[in-house]
């Protein structure tokens, strides 16, 4: 050791008597930072929960199902915000009937509202033309979900929810290591292989330390109007015996409804009737 590597080590001994923290505590602190990859958000946001929702591929209602949660957080009366990070394939501001562009000061961009007040963001607010297609490679559509983070003024929010894109990719793991996620909801349809979306999707999660709420099964079954049966047009899916081998509840079975598709194309699924979501809520603000 060298006199100045000695002098050191001296000073940090005294730091650490002062302190009261046992040399092994401090060390952890130091790794847990270093670690932390966490991204500091917008002064001008206060956010007490961030909730993310999957898919593993798209087209499955994972834009939907998020924009049913935030309306039914909302008629809880929750202040709730979506967060649109599928970059080449943004639905939201479309759901809400929404446009932009966003009203941006020095300090950052202000989300859009919706009709029922939940705030949007998303790259289609904040692009001169909505038509052109994204595409941007990996690194820069990360940076970009990124700046969601730090040069939106979210305001004070209960809730802001993320429309991830489909899959395990670049962006969730960039959304799951800079935000402070705090659980998944996992979209799945049994037109998929369900137990492969779940596993992966567990895997992830459990690398980021993040829990799985639980998973919400859309276009489930079609509730004949002839026969009032309701039929599994697309076969029974194994969600419930993956579910319960992994854990996982499930929270919500929804069914094929023309009117969702309806309101959704019109710009108005806040019209929606937000009761099949009641427990999935439920989980998410236990
Ligand atoms: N349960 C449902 N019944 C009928 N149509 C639905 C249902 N869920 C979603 N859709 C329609 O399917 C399309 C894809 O939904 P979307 O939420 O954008 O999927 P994703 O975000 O997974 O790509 C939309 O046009 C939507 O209106
Ligand atoms: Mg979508
Ligand atoms: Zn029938």
Known sequence: MTEEERLGKEAAERVLARSGKKKEEVEKEENEKQQSFL????????IKH??????????????????????????????????DADITGPSIPKLFGVKGPAYAV???SYPVESKGGIKIMSINLILPDEETPVIWRGPVIAGAVKQFWTDVIWGELDYLLIDMPPGTGD???????????EGIVLVTSPQQLVSMIVNKARNMASMMGIRIIGIIENMSYFECKKCGERHEIFGKS????????????VLAKLPIDPSVAEFCDKGD????????????????IL
């Open 171 to 181: 962006v969730p793991l960039t959304v799951f290591q800079s935000f402070p996620v």
């Open 106 to 108: 020095e300090e950052g």
């Open 269 to 284: 699924v806040e019209a929606l009737s937000d009761d099949e979501f009641e427990k999935a809520v439920g989980a998410i």
């Open 50 to 83: 961030v909730i993310a929702v999957m898919s593993g591929k798209g087209g499955v209602g994972k834009s939907y199902v998020t924009a049913s949660l935030a309306n039914c957080l909302k008629n809880k009366g929750f202040k709730v915000g979506i967060l």
């Open 39 to 46: 991204v500091e958000g917008n002064k001008g946001s206060h």
């Open 238 to 249: 194994d969600l419930d015996a993956v579910s319960g081998a992994a854990g996982i509840p």
